[in-house]
């Protein structure tokens, strides 16, 4: 297959709707971010690698980090991990609060912000204060490359502006579902979001789950293989919010989105990829990516079913 003529042609089918996605704009530090943006990264198991667009430019990875963190502490917590957030999608906006409440304080899944910040949580009860430099060791790793880091503007951003993920803390905590201290949690959760990386590194940093768990690269084991098929099956069901059904029907592949822009897929034992183009639609995931990622499984028949 010309992967390299078949990305050139999505980038040109994309192009027209490139500005008609709105950036976020919750903190000002990413809505500054240039609409006309767009890059797409294929990493196949044999170290090949295809892109089109702004493959280098690296962008807020935002949610995108919650595949991240749900792998690592899935391979410490595996018993009692979802004792204490579920794994059914919620139908519901990233961040939403009513659901919590009825539902005392146990999110749906690990890739709403709630679940995302319990497994935060987690993850500070264990590393403690090495907490986030352990989350960068591991994309570090996953990606095998050294040269990830966060943008300090974006997650001061995030803090003074983030009160709902500060109300959906306080209110687990309220239901003892937040067991560190939440200023410690959310100062992680807000660099965690902050990581910036590019659609060649994010697509690279996914292979290890297209492929059981072990990068096909290097060997590397990260998770066993029933733990990357749950990472896989929670990006399927929940990867996109209460878009998450709309992607399944449309692209048909595990993927994970952000409000950077950014949203990466995986085709199980095959390769995986990143889109980027900051403008969302009006679930919060990229609009052109969500288009790229549809024309890539039509036009190529790469897609689970
Ligand atoms: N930083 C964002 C938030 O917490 C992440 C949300 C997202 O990417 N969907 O609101």
């Given at each position: 297959?010309?992967?390299?003529?078949?990305?050139?042609e999505?980038?040109?089918?994309v192009?027209?709707i490139l500005?008609k996605?709105?950036?976020a704009?919750?903190?000002?530090?990413?809505g500054?971010?240039?609409?006309?943006?767009?890059a797409?990264?294929?990493s196949?198991?044999?170290?090949?690698?295809?892109?089109?667009?702004?493959?280098?430019h690296?962008?807020?990875?935002?949610?995108?980090?919650?595949?991240?963190?749900y792998?690592m502490?899935?391979?410490?917590?595996?018993k009692?991990?979802?004792?204490?957030v579920?794994h059914?999608?919620?139908?519901n906006?990233?961040?939403?609060l009513?659901?919590?409440?009825?539902?005392?304080?146990?999110?749906?899944?690990?890739?709403?912000?709630?679940?995302?910040?319990?497994?935060?949580?987690?993850?500070?009860?264990?590393?403690?204060?090495?907490?986030f430099?352990?989350?960068l060791?591991?994309i570090?790793?996953v990606n095998n490359?050294?040269?990830?880091?966060?943008?300090?503007?974006?997650?001061?951003s995030?803090?003074e502006f983030?009160y709902r993920?500060?109300?959906?803390?306080?209110?687990?905590?309220?239901?003892k579902?937040?067991?560190?201290?939440?200023?410690?949690?959310?100062?992680?959760?807000f660099?965690?979001?902050?990581?910036?990386?590019?659609?060649s590194?994010?697509s690279?940093?996914?292979?290890?789950?297209?492929?059981?768990?072990?990068?096909?690269?290097?060997?590397?084991?990260?998770?066993t293989?029933?733990?990357?098929?749950?990472?896989?099956s929670?990006m399927?069901?929940?990867?996109h919010?209460?878009?998450?059904?709309?992607?399944?029907?449309r692209?048909?592949?595990?993927?994970?989105s952000?409000?950077?822009?950014?949203?990466?897929?995986?085709?199980?034992?095959?390769?995986?990829?990143c889109?980027?183009?900051p403008?969302?639609?009006?679930?919060g995931?990229?609009?052109?990516?969500?288009?790229?990622?549809?024309l890539?499984?039509?036009?190529?028949?790469?897609?689970?079913?």
């Amino acid at each position: 297959m010309n992967y390299q003529k078949i990305l050139q042609e999505i980038k040109d089918e994309v192009k027209p709707i490139l500005n008609k996605g709105k950036i976020a704009d919750y903190i000002p530090a990413l809505g500054r971010v240039n609409p006309s943006h767009f890059a797409m990264s294929l990493s196949l198991f044999d170290g090949r690698t295809f892109g089109v667009g702004d493959v280098e430019h690296k962008f807020s990875i935002q949610s995108i980090s919650k595949v991240f963190t749900y792998s690592m502490a899935i391979s410490h917590y595996e018993k009692i991990l979802h004792k204490r957030v579920g794994h059914e999608p919620s139908g519901n906006p990233f961040n939403s609060l009513v659901q919590l409440e009825y539902e005392n304080g146990i999110p749906r899944n690990p890739f709403i912000n709630a679940g995302a910040i319990v497994i935060t949580d987690m993850l500070n009860s264990k590393y403690k204060e090495k907490t986030f430099s352990k989350i960068l060791d591991f994309i570090k790793s996953v990606n095998n490359n050294q040269n990830i880091n966060y943008d300090k503007e974006v997650a001061s951003s995030e803090a003074e502006f983030g009160y709902r993920n500060m109300a959906l803390v306080n209110m687990m905590k309220s239901f003892k579902n937040i067991t560190n201290n939440i200023e410690d949690v959310m100062d992680i959760y807000f660099k965690q979001c902050s990581i910036s990386m590019s659609s060649s590194e994010l697509s690279r940093a996914m292979l290890f789950l297209a492929n059981h768990g072990i990068d096909p690269i290097t060997k590397a084991r990260f998770l066993t293989s029933s733990q990357a098929k749950r990472v896989s099956s929670l990006m399927l069901t929940c990867g996109h919010y209460d878009a998450s059904g709309d992607f399944a029907f449309r692209v048909g592949l595990p993927g994970k989105s952000g409000v950077g822009g950014g949203i990466v897929a995986i085709v199980p034992e095959h390769m995986s990829i990143c889109v980027w183009s900051p403008g969302l639609n009006s679930k919060g995931n990229s609009l052109a990516g969500t288009k790229a990622l549809e024309l890539f499984t039509t036009k190529t028949g790469l897609s689970i079913f």
